[in-house]
């Protein structure tokens, strides 16, 4: 009976296997390596030999046209260069040959070399500075911020407007006050300190021509120095040696006084991070001071005479000049943050100004005899690139415009001479916002 029981019959199912080629394990079954498989006759070496030696149709020896060979052997030129591959090893390429294949391009540019700076030997302007103090003890010249130049002569102090050539009279001080032997702009352009030989540092505001404070009994002796740290510390430097901080804004202004020379402050430069002061005096030291401590940071004693000019470099930090007077003629470089001397250069003349460029890698210095010239040295070479003359009598007095295009010296010839050191940018100055923000509410002395 269960024999004759109906099964229904059952599909037909083969069993799958894996085909050889898909082996995991290799196999020398003639299916070839698993990555590169059996070509058949193509991986025969005699039938592959025999292909290769059969010529093309393009190359047999039938007859070809002219033009035909003509643009074969004009191709090959081009392609090959000369060469028998196409492919060969060298140790450099052969420039490309531009053939009549190719099709006319534009000429190409070059990139446009650097123009080089032509700086004029002729004075710009040349203005009268009658009865101007010719000592080395005093700084009577100084470019605001705000591009209006301040001069003392004698016991009055005038404003030169660089924008549109209008001067004005700011002040004339009592003649027990004469003469006034330094000025110094704020760096916001519209307040000036006036130092006088009684030993009084007057406060101006020169919109209004108003003065705002009186400094006294600071010093003994003239003020022949000053150096504002911001719109609210100014510093001033006198006869006896003495360095003092004066905070503007409150009563008691002195907060800090410096000791460490022996004789005349003669210049006095704060970095523009405000941390530094560098002073040069007569006793032949420049010091290094922190704003934070009465004592000298630094003490350099390599001059071997009167240091007059001090100038803190725009591009690197830590890094000052220094120059000597008539018996050293040395422009010597700091380094501040080691306390060591990199470099010292010999300039023929005294030394008594130094300005670094706010556009070249450069520093100005003005001399005295016997040339009274103003030099300009790239940096770091000190190579001279430019040497101005016209002055009669040393350059005592040197300063910079806010844009760094112009330079005006001063000398006891009773001359100011303006001189254009680099060319004045072609764009237009956008218009000052109005608004009185955080970063400029606190900018004018209060």
Same mark, same amino acid.
């Given at each position: ?6 099964? +229904? ?18 196999? @020398? ?19 592959? +030999? ?31 260069? /000369? ?37 004029? #030997?002729?004075? +710009? ?8 103090? /010719? ?13 209006? $130049? ?22 004339? =001080?009592? +003649? ?78 002195? =907060? ?24 040069? /005096? ?44 008539? @018996? ?7 380094? =501040? /943050? ?25 520093? $100005? ?17 000190? @190579? ?15 300063? #910079? ?5 112009? =330079? ?11 001189? #254009? ?26």
């Amino acid at each position: 009976m269960d024999a004759d029981i109906y099964r +229904e019959p059952l599909p037909d199912v083969r069993r799958w296997r894996r085909p050889p080629w898909a082996s995991s394990r290799p196999t @020398t079954r003639g299916f070839g390596d698993r990555f590169i498989p059996n070509r058949g006759d193509r991986m025969n070496i005699n039938i592959s +030999e025999a292909l290769l030696n059969i010529p093309r149709k393009d190359e047999s020896t039938d007859e070809v046209s002219p033009s035909r060979a003509a643009y074969r052997k004009l191709l090959a030129d081009t392609m090959l260069q /000369g060469r028998t591959r196409v492919l060969s090893f060298s140790n450099r390429p052969r420039s490309p040959l531009k053939s009549s294949l190719e099709a006319p391009s534009p000429t190409h540019i070059q990139p446009a070399a650097r123009k080089r700076r032509r700086i004029p #030997q002729a004075p +710009e302007k040349t203005l009268d500075a009658p009865d101007i103090v /010719g000592d080395d003890r005093f700084n009577v010249l100084d470019w605001g911020n705000k591009n209006v $130049l301040s001069i003392a002569l004698d016991d009055t102090v005038y404003l030169w407007n660089a924008t549109d050539g209008s001067t004005t009279e700011l002040v004339t =001080v009592p +003649e027990s006050s004469a003469p006034i032997t330094s000025v110094s702009w704020a760096p916001d352009g519209r307040h000036i300190a006036i130092g006088q030989y009684n030993s009084i540092v007057e406060l101006y505001d020169v919109t209004t021509k108003k003065l705002l404070r009186t400094l006294a009994g600071i010093h003994q002796g003239p003020v022949g120095s000053l150096a504002w740290n911001n719109n609210h510390l100014l510093t001033t430097g006198g006869l006896q040696g003495a360095i003092i901080n004066n905070d503007v804004r409150i009563q008691s202004h002195a =907060v800090r006084s410096y000791r460490g020379h022996d004789d005349v402050i003669c210049g006095l430069k704060w970095s523009s991070c405000g941390k530094h002061l560098a002073s040069g /005096g007569a006793d032949k030291l420049v010091n290094i001071w922190d704003v934070s401590r009465s004592s000298p940071l630094h003490r350099f004693s390599n001059h071997t005479s009167t240091v007059r000019a001090v100038a803190w470099c725009p591009f690197k930090d830590n890094l000052l000049a220094s120059g000597g007077g008539e @018996t050293d003629r040395c422009i010597k470089f700091w380094n =501040v /943050g080691a306390g060591t001397c990199l470099k010292s250069v010999e300039t023929g003349s005294e030394v008594c100004g130094l300005l670094w460029s706010k556009h070249e890698r450069e520093l $100005l210095s003005s001399h005295g005899p016997e040339k009274n010239q103003i030099a300009v040295w790239k940096y770091p070479s000190m @190579t001279k690139i430019a040497e101005l003359t016209g002055h009669t009598s040393s350059v005592l007095y040197m300063t #910079q415009s806010p844009d760094g295009c112009q =330079v005006a010296s001063a000398s006891a010839d009773e001359t100011l001479k303006l001189w #254009q050191i680099n060319e004045k940018s072609t764009k237009k100055n956008a218009p000052k916002s109005p608004y009185v923000g955080p970063t400029n509410m606190y900018s004018y002395i209060r």
